[in-house]
């Protein structure tokens, strides 16, 4: 198998990208269900102001969230999984010292 | 008829907040329906962003645009039928020259 990073095959790579990929789509696709819910029951604008804070308290911990950097990737992966935006099987095919690192920063 | 401020009448006044509260729920509902709009037709992240920064531009707006404090009404007003928020004809009761200098900043 070829090694393109030192810590990372190209299988482990490939498997990194599509469950971050998948775990992003889950947030954005929550996001936009709870966007579509809160505007639904708008009924004043003190629910515009909260629909406000709620975007820039998202737009915050997404921007901050999703860094495509692999020697980044396990503290990202980590945090997706305490979140419940990934699910640890979703990282099957990683060798188990990452899984290993993932699963007890995700419970620090 | 009872003068409670210099400049202002009690009619006046009464005619003051009764316009600023007709502009305020005016430019409040526009704003409900532009949400609602942009949020029927969500279709990706950036969509949400979007929404976002509209929402940060809207609030500044709203927040330093509506206040109501008689000796400033006067720039507020001018600045409400300057945006076609407040149409002049519902000041109508003002005097003269309230009226007049409502007009001219309007225009400027």
């Known amino acids: 198998m070829q090694v393109i990073n030192p810590e990372w095959t190209t299988t482990e790579e490939a498997i990194a990208k599509k469950a971050f990929d998948i775990a992003y789509k889950r947030e954005i696709d929550s996001l936009m269900d709870s966007v579509r819910s809160k505007v639904n029951s ?44 990934l699910n640890i099987t979703e990282l099957e095919g990683l060798n188990a010292n990452k899984i290993a690192k993932i699963v007890a920063l995700a419970h620090m």
């Open 42 to 85: 708008l009924a004043e604008i003190d629910d515009i102001w909260d629909l406000h804070d709620f975007l820039s308290v998202k737009r915050h911990e997404i921007d901050g969230r999703y860094d495509y950097r692999l020697p980044m990737i396990i503290f990202v992966f980590a945090g997706l999984v305490k979140d419940g935006w």
